[in-house]
């Protein structure tokens, strides 16, 4: 059974930072591409960053310069770290794992920029 469980999530003022980590199991985590996504009220959900097998990473434009995408191979992890926040980045993120046709979410985290 494959599970990707994300933590980290809350309530940060505009400008501070958070640390998303997202604990996989049930798959041969060094194959995946890992990625991030959030989807905001209304919106539809979009890619922030993504790392590969390899250790490539993308990153949106809104939000390179501020967040790091990183993976622990030997851990099974993916971190997600945010600096500098914004209202903007407000929304529920979700951790994925791709291989070809296999792909699997995470139930997802809140996170609320806010003052």
Not at 56 to 78: M, P, Q, W
Request: proline share 3%.
């Amino acid at each position: 059974q494959v599970r990707l469980v994300e933590s980290g999530g809350g309530l940060v003022q505009p400008g501070g930072s958070l640390r998303l980590s997202c604990a996989a199991s049930g798959i041969i985590f060094s194959l995946y591409t890992m990625g991030w996504y959030r989807q905001a009220p209304g919106k539809q959900r979009e890619l922030v960053a993504s790392i590969t097998s390899s250790g490539n990473t993308y990153y949106l434009d809104s939000v390179k310069g501020r967040f790091t995408i990183s993976r622990d191979n030997a851990k099974n992890t993916v971190d997600l770290q945010m600096n500098s926040l914004k209202p903007e980045d407000t929304a529920v993120y979700y951790c994925n794992a791709a291989q070809f046709v296999r792909n699997y979410w995470g139930q997802g985290t809140q996170v609320t920029v806010s003052s």
